[in-house]
T-cell receptor
Framework: GENVEQHPSTLSVQEGDSAVIKCTYS??????FPWYKQELGKGPQLIID?????GEKKDQRIAVTLNKTAKHFSLHITETQPEDSAVYFC????????????FGKGNQVVVIP | DVKVTQSSRYLVKRTGEKVFLECVQD?????MFWYRQDPGLGLRLIYF???????EKGDIPEGYSVSREKKERFSLILESASTNQTSMYLC??????????????FGSGTQLSVL
């Protein structure tokens, strides 16, 4: 099945700087790549996603890029703010479909004021 | 807004007890999922369901069962709880894949401790 790996496991950034989290996936047939943010005491929430027919997608301060050849995709957060501190999960949908996502292990992002 | 409600935020049970974790969603979603979240292991799929009375095993179904008698409710059952089932349990729902909407809506989680 699909294997998704995230790096780094923990990332600390100064407020205002950019943060980048990278994920790699194993199945070249995967076609949907969402990112979820989990704040303390809450369930994960979708913040941005990208499909395999698109190379980049942006929504305000967050963006996701996809490199299908290298089988990796990255989350970019610009002008980080304290409220960006959270655990971020990347995922890839398996070719069997039916909304079955393979999640990475998560990244703890800490924004230092 | 979609709401996925898990019945308990914290639960403490004893080894060998039968445990029920309940989840209810209010958006008429066909798909429902149970994940467990452990530090360093991310989110692992236990069971999922595409329709009432239907269930499919996820990646780690051993020691668990599920029940989906009504569309809005998906229950996770630990037949005989063990200490290695101490974990955060997350329920999620989503609309059918045919709508190309694969967005998962998660509940806030149930932190289960088995003593």
């Amino acid at each position: 099945g699909e294997n998704v790996e995230q790096h780094p496991s923990t990332l600390s950034v100064q407020e205002g700087d950019s943060a980048v989290i990278k994920c790699t996936y194993s199945d070249s047939a995967s076609n949907y790549f969402p990112w979820y943010k989990q704040e303390l005491g809450k369930g994960p929430q979708l913040i941005i996603d990208i499909r395999s027919n698109v190379g980049e997608k942006k929504d305000q301060r967050i963006a996701v890029t996809l490199n299908k050849t290298a089988k990796h995709f990255s989350l970019h957060i610009t002008e980080t703010q304290p409220e960006d501190s959270a655990v971020y999960f990347c995922a890839a949908s398996t070719p069997s479909g039916n909304n079955r996502l393979a999640f990475g292990k998560g990244n703890q992002v800490v924004v230092i004021p | 807004d979609v709401k996925v409600t898990q019945s308990s935020r914290y639960l403490v049970k004893r080894t060998g007890e039968k445990v029920f974790l309940e989840c209810v969603q209010d958006m008429d979603h066909e798909n429902m999922f149970w994940y467990r979240q452990d530090p360093g292991l991310g989110l692992r799929l236990i069971y999922f369901s595409y329709d009432v009375k239907m269930k499919e095993k996820g990646d780690i179904p051993e020691g668990y069962s599920v029940s989906r008698e009504k569309k809005e409710r998906f229950s996770l059952i630990l037949e005989s709880a063990s200490t290695n089932q101490t974990s955060m349990y997350l329920c999620a729902s989503s609309a059918p894949v045919v709508t190309t909407n694969e967005k998962l809506f998660f509940g806030s989680g149930t932190q289960l401790s088995v003593l």
